[in-house]
């Protein structure tokens, strides 16, 4: 058989994936729906079109939702998850020379590092850090927004690389109930 009317979102975030969900959205003939089952990206920008997709009214349903997607599930009014859904927290990272990954962890252990460089590096680095810090604390803020939990409940499951069950997300405030996959796919 075939879906519901859901808009899949199966692709990674990024500005322009998000902003052709929301042109989706704002389509006279478009669902109010998402499936979100992605493997993340960037989100730097849900602070200029979150509000936007938020007040299109959506209802949420979740799969496999890696870092990023969290923050387009938690834009649902209602959100829901199937049964085996799964939630990736993950600190905020970049991706420097071939493929290497630094967190917010690491830069902050990289004193020495920061002192072989020079004052215009240095500046430099402290920004990036700093930037990469704001950013951390944003996603961890907005996620403590929308669940009504602390933020540093949320820093630490980054930190600690956590995945959640449908179950445990409940628990957390992220999903508002768990809907059997019979219920949604018929």
């Keep these: 058989m075939g879906l519901p009317p859901y808009l899949c979102f ?6 322009s994936t998000v902003e ?3 042109t989706k959205l704002r389509s006279a003939n478009s669902t109010n729906r998402v499936y979100v089952s992605s493997p993340g990206g960037t989100f730097d920008f849900f602070s200029v079109l979150g509000p936007a997709i938020q ?9 496999d939702v890696r870092s990023a997607a969290v923050v387009l599930f938690l834009l649902g009014h209602v959100r829901q ?26 830069l902050e252990h990289a004193e020495e590092y920061e002192r072989m460089m020079s004052a215009e590096g240095q500046e430099a680095y402290q920004e990036w ?20 939990l602390p933020a540093s409940t949320f ?6 690389e956590a995945t959640l069950s449908a179950r445990e997300a409940v628990r957390y405030g992220i999903v508002h109930e768990i809907v059997p996959a019979r219920l ?3």
Excluded: Y
């Excluded at 850090?129 to 009504?148: E, H, L, V």
């Excluded at 820093?155 to 600690?160: E, F, K, P, S, V």
């Design 184 to 186: 949604v796919w018929k």
């Design 20 to 22: 052709t969900l929301l």
């Design 155 to 160: 820093l630490n499951l980054m930190r600690a």
């Design 81 to 106: 998850a199937l049964p085996d859904a799964t939630f990736f927290f993950h600190e905020v990272r970049t991706f420097v020379g071939q493929g290497n990954q630094i967190t917010v962890a690491d």
């Design 55 to 63: 007040r299109q009214g959506i209802v949420t349903l979740s799969g």
């Design 129 to 148: 850090r700093q930037s990469m810090k704001m950013a951390q604390a944003w996603f961890a803020r907005f996620i403590s927004t929308q669940t009504g």
């Design 10 to 15: 199966d692709r990674e975030i990024c500005k």
